[in-house]
């Protein structure tokens, strides 16, 4: 099997790297430290802490973790890797002088040991679930403690992994610490191979992140400069096709009913930015851009679209607003960040693909804090029917704000255990 996944990665590698180049055509981010994919780059400074986190969604989530371990070890430098040019672009902006930020090379024999030759990391976390056997086997074979930090495992990876045999049982199983979101996932956990004894619960990192303290008053400031006398929702994370259709027909149905509504439209990856504005122009929709306009305040002086075409201010927004939708769950994805607008204290919508965080939808649908719509037109409905009634707003936001509280405290588990590791 081991011989059958080395066949496969040699393969795979050329042709991912010529959509990694090809893609950096429209998107020059793709090109930039491509060497550090094969492994290259300078040697580091020093035996870092290093966590990885694949894009941006673990990134936000790493972020607190980040910051405890500066704080508790200030004499060891981090490291933070990630895959995607999303995903180093916010590492960089989170992290700046706290830690350096490379690409985490593809799982090559050559290329993970040119990595882990350069880096030389005295611990590794890796968030979620990002299982890469020669990666691990290196780890093992260098004796560098690894964890895996809100481990999440879904039973159709597992039944996937289960069925690659021996492979995925030795990557989990020798000596990887596992600190899972769960109890379910720590038992698929097990049942791929996990030591019991170094299996532990300790929740969900997500719900540790803390807002920056001027969320509320840029948030304000946002509102005053867009929309000071009209009501606003946010369609956060969008992803073309069938989403951004169902979201451009919402809005349609929610200016009919609330004359002025402005939609603040979040395309997930900044690549597409200028696609989105196309496919607008074609629908025939006036909107203006974030990067292009500075007040556009009333209903009169703008279109009622405003095309979120920055980086790094999606919270923002949503703290601008009355009510969330998060996208790449209309879509097949498996959706995104729903904590973020709940955090803050909005109703949030979600379309029913939330594979990439089912404990957290299913907390929040629980609780009354987030809802469900199938399609366009549902959410076009709950959109308006919520700008109309400001106490269920308040009572979904409370919800939200409450289920985040009552389960944070996965950092300090999780702390608990690389003290053990670091000694």
Same mark, same amino acid.
């Given at each position: 099997?081991?011989? /059958?996944?080395?066949?496969?990665?040699? =393969?795979?590698?050329?042709?991912?790297?010529?959509?990694?180049?090809?893609?950096?055509?429209?998107?020059?981010?793709?090109?930039?430290?491509?060497?550090?994919?094969?492994?290259?780059?300078?040697?580091?400074?020093?035996?870092? /802490?290093?966590?990885?986190?694949?894009?941006?969604?673990?990134?936000?989530?790493?972020?607190?973790?980040?910051?405890?371990?500066?704080?508790?070890?200030?004499?060891?430098?981090?490291?933070?890797?990630?895959?995607?040019?999303?995903?180093?672009?916010?590492?960089?902006?989170?992290?700046?002088?706290?830690?350096?930020?490379r690409y985490l090379p593809f799982d090559l024999p050559g290329s @993970?040991?040119?990595?882990?030759?350069?880096?030389?990391?005295? =611990?590794?976390?890796?968030?979620?679930?990002? %299982?890469?056997?020669?990666?691990?086997?290196?780890?093992?074979?260098?004796?560098?403690?690894?964890?895996?930090?809100? &481990?999440?495992?879904?039973?159709?990876?597992?039944?996937?992994?289960?069925?690659?045999?021996?492979?995925?049982?030795?990557?989990?199983?020798?000596? @990887?610490? @596992?600190?899972?979101?769960?109890?379910?996932?720590?038992?698929?956990?097990?049942?791929?191979?996990?030591?019991?004894?170094?299996?532990? @619960?300790?929740?969900? %990192?997500?719900?540790?992140?803390?807002?920056?303290?001027?969320?509320?008053?840029?948030?304000?400031?946002?509102?005053?400069?867009?929309?000071?006398?009209?009501?606003?929702? !946010?369609?956060?994370?969008?992803?073309?096709?069938?989403?951004?259709?169902?979201?451009?027909?919402?809005?349609?149905?929610?200016?009919?009913?609330?004359?002025? &509504? %402005?939609?603040? %439209?979040?395309?997930?990856?900044?690549?597409?930015?200028?696609?989105?504005?196309?496919?607008?122009?074609?629908?025939?929709?006036?909107?203006?851009?974030?990067?292009?306009?500075?007040?556009?305040?009333?209903?009169?002086?703008?279109?009622?679209?405003?095309?979120?075409?920055?980086?790094?201010?999606? =919270?923002?927004?949503?703290?601008?607003?009355?009510?969330?939708? !998060?996208?790449?769950?209309?879509?097949?994805?498996?959706?995104?960040?729903?904590?973020?607008? &709940?955090?803050?204290? =909005?109703?949030?919508?979600?379309?029913?693909?939330?594979?990439?965080?089912?404990?957290?939808?299913?907390?929040?649908?629980?609780?009354?804090?987030?809802? /469900?719509?199938?399609?366009?037109?549902?959410?076009g409905s709950r959109v308006a029917e919520l700008l109309s009634n400001?106490?269920?707003?308040?009572?979904?936001?409370?919800?939200?704000?409450?289920? /985040?509280?009552?389960?944070?405290?996965?950092?300090?588990?999780?702390?608990?255990?690389?003290?053990?590791?670091?000694?």
């Open positions: 099997m081991r011989l /059958i996944y080395l066949a496969a990665v040699y =393969l795979a590698a050329p042709v991912i790297s010529v959509m990694l180049a090809a893609r950096g055509l429209r998107d020059r981010s793709y090109w930039r430290n491509f060497g550090e994919r094969f492994g290259l780059g300078s040697p580091f400074a020093g035996f870092p /802490i290093w966590v990885h986190a694949v894009s941006v969604g673990e990134v936000q989530a790493a972020a607190t973790l980040v910051m405890a371990l500066r704080d508790r070890y200030p004499h060891i430098p981090v490291l933070v890797t990630t895959f995607t040019p999303t995903g180093a672009a916010r590492a960089r902006a989170l992290f700046r002088a706290t830690a350096e930020v @993970v040991r040119r990595f882990l030759d350069r880096t030389r990391p005295r =611990l590794a976390v890796i968030m979620e679930t990002e %299982l890469w056997p020669n990666l691990y086997r290196q780890c093992r074979l260098r004796r560098i403690p690894l964890v895996i930090a809100s &481990a999440r495992l879904s039973r159709r990876s597992t039944d996937r992994y289960r069925h690659l045999g021996a492979l995925f049982k030795e990557t989990v199983a020798g000596g @990887v610490v @596992v600190a899972a979101q769960g109890e379910g996932d720590a038992e698929r956990f097990r049942a791929l191979g996990a030591a019991a004894e170094r299996t532990h @619960v300790t929740g969900n %990192l997500k719900f540790d992140f803390t807002l920056p303290p001027d969320v509320e008053e840029r948030g304000k400031a946002l509102r005053g400069q867009y929309a000071s006398n009209r009501t606003v929702w !946010v369609a956060g994370s969008t992803h073309g096709g069938v989403e951004e259709e169902a979201v451009l027909a919402a809005q349609r149905q929610v200016g009919a009913a609330h004359s002025g &509504a %402005l939609l603040v %439209l979040a395309p997930r990856h900044p690549n597409r930015f200028a696609e989105v504005a196309s496919w607008l122009e074609r629908q025939g929709t006036a909107f203006t851009r974030r990067s292009q306009t500075s007040a556009v305040n009333s209903a009169t002086e703008a279109p009622n679209v405003l095309l979120l075409d920055t980086l790094g201010e999606l =919270l923002y927004f949503y703290a601008a607003a009355d009510v969330a939708f !998060v996208g790449g769950s209309l879509a097949p994805i498996g959706g995104h960040n729903l904590l973020e607008p &709940a955090a803050l204290g =909005l109703p949030v919508l979600t379309g029913p693909n939330n594979s990439n965080g089912e404990d957290v939808a299913r907390l929040l649908l629980d609780c009354g804090a987030a809802e /469900i719509v199938r399609n366009g037109t549902q959410l400001r106490a269920l707003r308040m009572e979904m936001g409370s919800q939200g704000r409450a289920a /985040i509280e009552r389960n944070r405290g996965a950092l300090e588990k999780l702390m608990t255990l690389i003290d053990s590791l670091l000694g």
